[in-house]
């Protein structure tokens, strides 16, 4: 069994004090995509680069990059570590930010250890894994890929108006590397579960095989504003009401189907958004998961199907445009063996799994094998300042990451 162990002290210091950049006066962390509060993480994080000693390298999308470029090894594909470090709203301190913290940790304790890898090894922070300020989400490691032309991500608004590309220039994190610029030997993605699986069967890992399918879309639905004291029922075209019934009908089809099927509606906006008006507008977004492609195709189908329904039935027009449409992604069996023999040589339990989130690594896997690392989340909860993961749980994770490391950088 290999013995070596990351730093521990390091590695939980430097989450816990990522974990405090970006936070407002109310104590909520939230680092939006090319943000000012984004900016000062990216910025500790290519400090603690420079400071490792590595490269840095930023492409046009942002995504930031430490490389290790030991003697001799120069020619090779890198192994590529990575996650992200911009959060939802009123965030958790592990999602993506123990990826990438961790990675640089596997290079740093490598390096220190005086290990020769066989070919560089880089750490990446992928720009705007989130989706909450730009669509789609994981844009960064998409475009990365080949899966999104970086000038059209580079264009996109945001739901406040903002530009990318502009917000990218002035927070200084507009690169001149072009996306895809190291191509993967392969990658892996230390990550928290964001779910209950691990902690309820009391498993300390998960070896990621699959992560399921995303259809993200915005619904309009224009409705006539009128006097809510005034306006009888039956001459009403409410888009509040019309809306607050594609939600039910959302959550009854998931609950009643025995399937993996997911969704979520988690914006909602009315207008004019006045007590004593009927809302004459009203737009939200629809999140749909499974990790089976033909099920997937079925749920948008079946809400097509009703939004013309509510349409007749209401009396209202409804609008929908598509914001991301990801595949289920099987990810490399190879990887996913190296994660389960690394974690028996440990003594660790590990089981096989399906990640639910959307990860940097099923963008990676189109141009690398590529697989996950999972560790618990305490009660499954993420997204949410309560997310939780042990300190064991992350050293444990982290080591597993080093072992694979060491196994795929360490063959000729
Ligand atoms: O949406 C997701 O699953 C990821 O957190 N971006
Ligand atoms: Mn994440
Ligand atoms: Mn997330």
């Given at each position: 069994?290999?013995?070596?162990?990351i730093?521990p002290?390091?590695l939980l210091?430097?989450l816990?004090?990522?974990?405090?950049?970006?936070?407002?006066?109310?104590?909520?962390?939230?680092?939006?995509?090319?943000?000012?509060?984004?900016?000062?993480?990216?910025?500790?994080?290519?400090?603690?680069?420079?400071?490792?000693?590595?490269?840095?390298?930023?492409?046009?999308?942002?995504?930031?990059?430490?490389?290790?470029?030991?003697?001799?090894?120069?020619?090779?594909?890198?192994?590529?570590?990575?996650?992200?470090?911009?959060?939802?709203?009123?965030?958790?301190?592990y999602?993506?930010?123990y990826?990438?913290l961790a990675?640089?940790?596997?290079?740093?304790?490598?390096?220190?250890?005086?290990?020769?890898?066989?070919?560089?090894?880089?750490?990446?922070?992928?720009?705007?894994?989130?989706?909450?300020?730009?669509?789609?989400?994981?844009?960064?490691?998409?475009?990365?890929?080949?899966?999104?032309?970086?000038?059209?991500?580079?264009?996109?608004?945001?739901?406040?108006?903002?530009?990318?590309?502009?917000?990218?220039?002035?927070?200084?994190?507009?690169?001149?590397?072009?996306?895809?610029?190291?191509?993967?030997?392969?990658?892996?993605?230390l990550?928290i579960?964001?779910?209950?699986?691990?902690?309820?069967?009391?498993?300390?890992?998960?070896?990621?095989?699959?992560?399921?399918?995303?259809?993200?879309?915005?619904?309009?639905?224009?409705?006539?504003?009128?006097?809510?004291?005034?306006?009888?029922?039956?001459?009403?075209?409410?888009?509040?009401?019309?809306?607050?019934?594609?939600?039910?009908?959302?959550?009854?089809?998931?609950?009643?189907?025995?399937?993996?099927?997911?969704?979520?509606?988690?914006?909602?906006?009315?207008?004019?958004?006045?007590?004593?008006?009927?809302?004459?507008?009203?737009?939200?977004?629809?999140?749909?998961?499974?990790?089976?492609?033909?099920?997937?195709?079925?749920?948008?189908?079946?809400?097509?199907?009703?939004?013309?329904?509510?349409?007749?039935?209401?009396?209202?027009?409804?609008?929908?445009?598509?914001?991301?449409?990801?595949?289920?992604?099987?990810?490399?069996?190879?990887?996913?063996?190296?994660?389960?023999?690394?974690?028996?040589?440990?003594?660790?339990?590990?089981?096989?799994?399906?990640?639910?989130?959307?990860?940097?690594?099923?963008?990676?896997?189109?141009?690398?094998?590529?697989?996950?690392?999972?560790v618990p989340?305490?009660?499954?909860?993420?997204?949410?300042?309560?997310?939780?993961t042990a300190d064991g749980d992350l050293v444990d994770g982290a080591n597993?990451?080093?072992?694979?490391?060491?196994?795929?950088?360490?063959?000729?």
């Amino acid at each position: 069994m290999n013995n070596q162990s990351i730093n521990p002290t390091r590695l939980l210091g430097r989450l816990a004090e990522l974990g405090a950049i970006g936070r407002d006066p109310g104590g909520r962390l939230t680092r939006l995509a090319a943000s000012d509060t984004e900016k000062a993480g990216r910025d500790r994080f290519a400090y603690w680069i420079e400071a490792a000693g590595l490269d840095i390298a930023i492409d046009r999308i942002g995504n930031v990059f430490g490389i290790w470029n030991p003697e001799g090894v120069a020619d090779a594909a890198p192994l590529m570590l990575g996650s992200h470090i911009d959060t939802v709203i009123d965030a958790g301190i592990y999602d993506g930010c123990y990826g990438v913290l961790a990675g640089l940790e596997v290079i740093e304790a490598l390096k220190e250890a005086g290990f020769s890898p066989s070919r560089p090894i880089t750490v990446a922070a992928f720009t705007n894994e989130e989706g909450v300020r730009y669509a789609p989400d994981m844009m960064g490691s998409l475009v990365y890929s080949g899966g999104l032309d970086v000038d059209a991500a580079l264009a996109t608004v945001g739901t406040d108006g903002t530009v990318l590309g502009d917000e990218l220039r002035r927070i200084g994190y507009a690169g001149n590397h072009e996306p895809g610029f190291l191509r993967p030997h392969a990658y892996i993605e230390l990550h928290i579960e964001q779910g209950p699986v691990l902690e309820r069967e009391g498993i300390a890992l998960g070896a990621v095989e699959n992560l399921q399918g995303i259809s993200w879309q915005r619904v309009t639905i224009e409705g006539d504003a009128n006097h809510a004291g005034t306006t009888p029922i039956s001459m009403r075209r409410d888009a509040g009401h019309a809306a607050a019934r594609v939600i039910t009908f959302l959550r009854d089809r998931a609950r009643a189907s025995n399937t993996p099927t997911v969704a979520t509606v988690g914006c909602m906006e009315f207008q004019p958004n006045a007590i004593n008006v009927i809302p004459s507008r009203a737009t939200f977004t629809v999140d749909l998961r499974d990790p089976d492609e033909t099920r997937l195709k079925d749920e948008e189908a079946a809400l097509a199907a009703f939004l013309e329904t509510i349409a007749k039935e209401e009396d209202v027009a409804i609008s929908v445009e598509r914001l991301a449409r990801f595949e289920p992604v099987q990810f490399d069996a190879g990887i996913v063996g190296a994660i389960e023999t690394a974690a028996r040589a440990r003594d660790l339990t590990c089981r096989r799994m399906t990640s639910g989130a959307g990860h940097d690594a099923q963008m990676i896997a189109r141009i690398a094998p590529s697989a996950m690392i999972f560790v618990p989340s305490k009660d499954g909860i993420s997204h949410n300042p309560k997310e939780f993961t042990a300190d064991g749980d992350l050293v444990d994770g982290a080591n597993i990451l080093l072992d694979v490391v060491r196994k795929l950088a360490g063959e000729g």
